[in-house]
Structures are given as C-alpha cells and as structure tokens.
C-alpha cells in the first residue's frame, strides 16, 4: 500500500523555524508533483508550496521568502523548511503527491502534522 508519512511538526515562538518532512513509501514506479497545504482551524485548507519531479517551484504569496520547499527524488521525499514563523502560520500541514504505481495513479494525503507558533 503506498503511503504519505509526514514528520516534524511541533510548537516554535514566532520568528522560529521548524522543517517538515514528508516521504512516501510502498509499491510505485514514480512519485511526479508533491506539494504542502495548511488549515488553520475555522479556515478552508489551502495550498502552501509545490514543487514538480522537475523542481518546478510555486509558493503562495503568504509565505514567499520565509518558507522553502525542496525533495529527493531518490527518497521519495519532500520537505519544507519554515523560518521567520508567525502565529498565522499555526495550522496542521498536509502533505499531498500524485504518484505512479503499478496499476493505478493516485492523489495521496498525508495524515497532517501540527505547526504551533506561540510565545
């Protein structure tokens, strides 16, 4: 069964710094666009950063300079390095990939990890 593990999360005091992971795993031929997304509790989910097999990179407005995001292709990975963190930044962080298995294409979730900016 392929899987999104994500890993990282916790609570920082804004202007801190937290890097999130997120690898896949399971039976795949190849893992092409894998993103980040965030809710924040009473407010839709919405993209954070994205990032194509080719590392073709989109950032929302909101965290453009302050955030990177980067993968291993050969791990099946991709990260997101936050800086410069502010309290509206606080959300649960979903990881999101489109990958090729053996028999089928898939749109994968992550279970969401934490991300606490508090003083």
């Known amino acids: 069964q392929v899987q999104l593990v994500e890993s990282g999360g916790g609570l920082v005091q804004p202007g801190g710094s937290l890097r999130l992971s997120c690898a896949a795993s399971g039976s795949m031929l190849r893992v092409d666009a894998m993103a980040w997304y965030r809710q924040a509790p009473g407010k839709e989910r919405e993209s954070v950063a994205s990032?194509?097999?080719?590392?073709?990179?989109k950032y929302a407005d909101s965290v453009k300079g302050r955030f990177t995001i980067s993968r291993d292709n050969a791990k099946n990975t991709v990260y997101l390095q936050m800086n410069s963190l502010k309290p509206e930044d606080t959300a649960v962080y979903y990881c999101?990939?489109?990958?090729?298995?053996?028999?089928?294409?898939?749109?994968?979730w992550g279970q969401g990890t934490l991300v606490t900016v508090s003083s």
């Open positions: 990032i194509t097999r080719g590392f073709s990179i």
């Open positions: 999101n990939a489109f990958i090729d298995t053996i028999s089928k294409y898939l749109e994968l």
